[in-house]
Structures are given as structure tokens and as C-alpha cells.
């Protein structure tokens, strides 16, 4: 691979390239240009020198999608200081504990964020700058207060008559330098600080340049919905977006389908990077009922006609999506069967990609091109991809993988990083797939969901809750093992449930033949003895995974 001399001198070509372009966008709000987030960049980088910080120092983010999140990460990471990105979802006692265990000098926090934390928690902080406009929270450094007071005379005094882009110089790292540190959420119920070099960035950056970036010109129109303090967004909406020269627009609140809709019609993405929760709740309310109008079911089954109807709703889910994207990205977690198989007979360009905080955070990608139907792509760009498996086309076993993406471990845990990372350099990803003999890899699920069947048959509940979650009003579900029997926890799309009446007598009888016909479909060792019904939505992690650890004892 041919990586420039640092990621940082990516970022500083792309700011320099695109100067006088659009960049981010708060959307419904105000717009920077790519020379208004150097100048930010820049003051940032002035307040960072006025009040101690030095490379290596660790700076904490902890707040929502925004443009001035963008530019705080940016000037961090472009300093020569250490990234701690924090999931603003986070209980205020796992913020305070991740600052406290990451050592950050400096935390920035959002409007919500500020007023939920406790700066006495933080002891060994310098201070806490307000994301909304760098202002300061609290300060226990007079340089920083100083140094903040005197800002722009500090930068006028720099640069007495203009701040260009010849005077953008940023830090030169090196392939091992540590750059970020990204607590995994993970569904176990605990952060583990995850070490990524600059290499994991540039690899990650170089590859998606690569494979999306050739498809879409320079300038495009991205939305960021995914939290950037999760490495999928971070790196292939934002790093990619920035690095690419595209116009990136911040949701900036929680991101409700119909939001969504709305910002792909207003800004027409060019990429659209997601969640496969995001598509299949968009599928399923505006796509779905249309198809399965009579005159549309039928004229579907026609041979003569089916090209033309595939086409026209080929059409309509491409405009529902802003009629604009290459293609759809989705990764995180398995995108539901029937949508997929949906979307892949009316030829739908979405793909899936698949990794890890981890590994920054790609393993496998393909463009919807190559996609396979069940697949999450082929390895991508220095990475080594293994099933640990005597059969890895047919037995499924779990995916190893080592290469440029990988971390150098988990912040002060070396026993936790000894678990993952063996003596040869393979990284164990916990999960379990089968390959293909092309490379194509077929996830299974994660080896601690993995039930063991009555007579020692392995069972992938992932695989049950994708038959489940197709079944009639049913938005989500976990397969729990009591004992040697297997239930299902539903929870039911009370929308639609409440729109048409139903009793919960009814709906349990609704349940009650979802069950009957999902075990007509399985093998003995697969059926459930039951379905329970949870009426709030269940708990998630930012990337929309269900904390399985919460509901271990629901049955």
C-alpha cells in the first residue's frame, strides 16, 4: 500500500485543495468552508500551545454529531495529542471514569453533556471547553483561562493580515504513533480503551479513498448520521468524508427515520454510510406497504410486466433514499434477510461491510458490485483474514485476522490484550463466519451468544431472530436459552399495533402463531418454546446493538 507521509498530511492536502468549498454543515444551520475550519483548527491549535498541552496528551470529546465535534477532533489529532472520543450516550459515571482512565488533560463536552457531568469526578483535568463555542466550562489551569481570554488577540498577533492556507502546517506523525483511544460500548457491560496508531487510520482512509471514493466525485454531499464517537462513523462518514473533499451535513440531534428521510431529500447524499436498522425501519414503513398493494403483488408476478414494476420501485426506493447515492453502506450488524433479498431483486446497490473498534474499524468491505447475498465483503486493503475452522467454506469458526488495521492493544489491560491478540499477531475477533473459496465472508454471529442445543448442537440465535424479526409485527427480538428450551423476547412495533387496535390478548395470539411458523422453518434443536413480549424498546449500544447482558434473565 502507498500511504503518504503521515494521516495528518491527508488532511492538510484536502483543507488545502478545497479551501474556498463548503465542508460541514449543522443541519437546518450554519456552514463552515474548508478555510473557516483551518482558521478554527488553527485557534484551537493556539489555545492547545498557550495552555500546556503537549503531543501525546490525551483530549477527551464527549457530545453530539456537530460541526464544531468535526473541528475539535481535528485540531486534537492534528496537534500531535491523543483522541478520546466519547459516546455522549454514556452514563455520566462511565465519562468521568473514561476520562479519568485515559489520563485526558482536556475534555470538550456538548450542550447536554455539560450539564449532566461533574468536574469534581475529573480531578486530574485541566479543564472543560464547551463544544458549542470553545468557551470554558471549567478551568484549573490559569494558562488555559488566560490563553482562552486572549484568543483571538493571540491569533491576530500570528497572523496580522491574513490566515491562509500556505500557513496550514500540521503535526508529521509516525505509522506507530499512538492517535486515538475509542472505548468500546460494546453489550458486556465494559469499556476497554482501544489503542489506534495512525497506521489504523491511514489504512482504514487509504482503502475507503479507494473502493468509494473512485465512485463519487470530490465535492459530494454526505450526511453523518452515525455517532462519530464510534469508530464506523468516525472513519467512513467523517474521516473519508473530510479526506475526500465532501460536504458533510450533522444531523446533530438523535437521528429518527423520519429526520433521516427528510435530510436524503434535502441533501441528496452521494454515500449513504448506516446502520441496518436505519434501512430496514425506512423498508418497511414506506416501501413495503406499497408493494403489497394487490394490483402492484400482481403485476410483480407477471414475467412480461415484472421488469417494468421492478424498475419503477427500483426508482421509488432510490428517491426515498434522495435518488442520489452510489450506493448504501450498511455494517454493525446483520442487515435483515428479507430486506436484503428485496433489495437485491429489484437491484438495489447496498452493500455490507464488517470490523471492529479494534481494527479502525474496517476487515471486510465490498462494493455492491462484488456483494454476495449473506456476505459482509472480502478483506480489505493489509489484512489477513482467516476462519479458525477445519472447514472454513462449510464449519463455522472464528474470524482471525492480522494487518495495518489492528491496534496495539487495550489502554493499560495487558491481560485483556494478551485474550485477543496472540503471539503471532492475529487479532480474534470473537465473532464466528464461514468463507467462501473467493474470500467472501459469512458471519454466523458472536461466539459468546452461541447456545449449545439439548444433544450438543451449536445455536446461532442470530440466525432465528433474522426469521423472527420478518414475521408479522415484530420489530426486534433476542433468543434466550432457559434450561434446554429456547424463548423468544419480542418487542412488538407498537405503532402499527396500536393503529389497528389490537388487545394484548390478541397480539399474544399474534406471537403465538409467529412462533408456530417460525418453527415450521427450523430444525428440532431451533424451535421455541415460547415468545415473551417486551413492551419497551429493548436498551441499545450507539451502534444500535442490543445489550444482550441486560435481558439474561427476562424468562
Not at 463548503?22 to 443541519?27: E, F, G, I, P, R
Not at 492547545?48 to 486534537?76: H, M, P, Q, Y
Request: glycine share 6%.
Amino acid at each position: 500500500m502507498n500511504l503518504m507521509d503521515s494521516f495528518n498530511s491527508y488532511i492538510e492536502k484536502s483543507i488545502k485543495a478545497n479551501w474556498d468549498n463548503n465542508a460541514l454543515t449543522d443541519y437546518k444551520g450554519a456552514t463552515l468552508r474548508y478555510c473557516d475550519v483551518a482558521r478554527k483548527i488553527e485557534k484551537l491549535h493556539i489555545l492547545f500551545e498557550n495552555s500546556g498541552v503537549e503531543k501525546g496528551d490525551k483530549i477527551a470529546l464527549c457530545g453530539r454529531n456537530s460541526s464544531n465535534w468535526a473541528v475539535a477532533f481535528l485540531a486534537t489529532i492534528t496537534y500531535g495529542a491523543v483522541v478520546v472520543p466519547v459516546q455522549n450516550e454514556f452514563t455520566p459515571e462511565q465519562i468521568h471514569n473514561i476520562v479519568n482512565h485515559s489520563e485526558s488533560k482536556l475534555l470538550f463536552v456538548g450542550d447536554v453533556v455539560s450539564t449532566t457531568i461533574d468536574a469534581e469526578q475529573m480531578p486530574s483535568l485541566e479543564g472543560i471547553v464547551y463544544i458549542p463555542d470553545y468557551s470554558l466550562v471549567m478551568s484549573r489551569s490559569e494558562s488555559l483561562t488566560y490563553a482562552r481570554e486572549h484568543l483571538n488577540e493571540m491569533f491576530g498577533k500570528r497572523y496580522p493580515k491574513y490566515f491562509h492556507k500556505e500557513h496550514v502546517s500540521y503535526f508529521k506523525d509516525s505509522a506507530e504513533d499512538l492517535a486515538l483511544i475509542n472505548y468500546t460500548s460494546g453489550t458486556t457491560g465494559f469499556s476497554k480503551g482501544v489503542m489506534l496508531p495512525y497506521r489504523s487510520l491511514s489504512s482504514n482512509l487509504v482503502f475507503v479513498k479507494d473502493v468509494i471514493g473512485s465512485k463519487i466525485p470530490v465535492g459530494s454531499r454526505m450526511t453523518a448520521i452515525l455517532p462519530m464517537a464510534h469508530m464506523y462513523g468516525l472513519m467512513v462518514e467523517f474521516l473519508f468524508g473530510i479526506n475526500h473533499g465532501c460536504h458533510l451535513f450533522f444531523l446533530t440531534r438523535l437521528p429518527s427515520p423520519t429526520l433521516i428521510q427528510q435530510a436524503f431529500a434535502d441533501i441528496k447524499p452521494a454515500v449513504i454510510i448506516a446502520v441496518p436498522l436505519i434501512v430496514e425501519k425506512i423498508i418497511r414503513k414506506k416501501i413495503f406497504p406499497l408493494i403489497e398493494r394487490k394490483p402492484v403483488h400482481l403485476l410483480m408476478n407477471m414475467p412480461m410486466i415484472n421488469k417494468r414494476v421492478k424498475q419503477r420501485i427500483l426508482e421509488a426506493v432510490r428517491n426515498v433514499f434522495g435518488g442520489n447515492m452510489y450506493e448504501i453502506v450498511v455494517g454493525g450488524a446483520a442487515l435483515n434477510k428479507e430486506v436484503e433479498s428485496f433489495l437485491r431483486e429489484i437491484n438495489f446497490p447496498i452493500t455490507m461491510g464488517y470490523g471492529t473498534t479494534e481494527t479502525a474499524p474496517l476487515i471486510t468491505f465490498s462494493d455492491h458490485n462484488d456483494f454476495v447475498s449473506g456476505s459482509c465483503g472480502t478483506p480489505v486493503y493489509n489484512m489477513e483474514v482467516k476462519i479458525a475452522s477445519p472447514d472454513p467454506e462449510n464449519i463455522p469458526g472464528e474470524i482471525i485476522t492480522k494487518g495495518m488495521n489492528v491496534m496495539q492493544g487495550y489502554y493499560k489491560n495487558t491481560e485483556a490484550t494478551k485474550a485477543v491478540i496472540d503471539e503471532d499477531g492475529w487479532f480474534h475477533t470473537g465473532d464466528l463466519a464461514t468463507m467462501s473459496s473467493d474470500g467472501h465472508v459469512f458471519i454466523r454471529g458472536r461466539i459468546k451468544n452461541m447456545l449449545l442445543g439439548a444433544n450438543g448442537q451449536n445455536v446461532y440465535p442470530e440466525e432465528i431472530e433474522d426469521k423472527l424479526n420478518s414475521l408479522p409485527f415484530v420489530n426486534e427480538s433476542i433468543i434466550l436459552q432457559k434450561g434446554e428450551k429456547l424463548i423468544g423476547l419480542v418487542h412488538p412495533d407498537m405503532e402499527e399495533i396500536k393503529a389497528l387496535g389490537f388487545t394484548t390478548e390478541e397480539l399474544q395470539g399474534i406471537m403465538e402463531e409467529n412462533r408456530q411458523q417460525l418453527n415450521s422453518m427450523m430444525p428440532p434443536f431451533c424451535k421455541l418454546s415460547g415468545i415473551k413480549i417486551l413492551y419497551e424498546e429493548f436498551a441499545k449500544t450507539p451502534k444500535k446493538s442490543i445489550k444482550r447482558y441486560l435481558y439474561q434473565d427476562a424468562v
